[in-house]
């Protein structure tokens, strides 16, 4: 699961609380692609703040345009 401009996550953190909840035996691998330092970060702290155990998280310094994540390796793209 990818998230095109991430910002601060929140999104992404609803996102993997109800996922977490509705399937907490499957594994799910977030990515999030956010080009400003200071909304990843915060989206970094918010993240490190919840526990879930079958959910990890990937933080991309890029853009929407040059996210360097490889063709064809996500299942699912949000963008806002």
Do not use: Y
Not at 32 to 37: G, L
């Amino acid at each position: 699961i990818c998230d095109i401009g991430a910002g601060t996550g929140k999104f992404l953190l609803l996102f993997a609380k109800t996922l977490h909840q509705a399937q907490p035996n499957t594994k799910f691998h977030f990515i999030a692609v956010e080009p400003v330092d200071k909304m990843r970060e915060k989206l970094e702290s918010n993240w490190g703040k919840l526990s879930f155990p079958n959910i990890t998280l990937s933080c991309l310094n890029s853009s929407a345009e040059r996210t360097t994540i490889d063709s064809s390796s996500v299942d699912f793209i949000t963008c806002a």
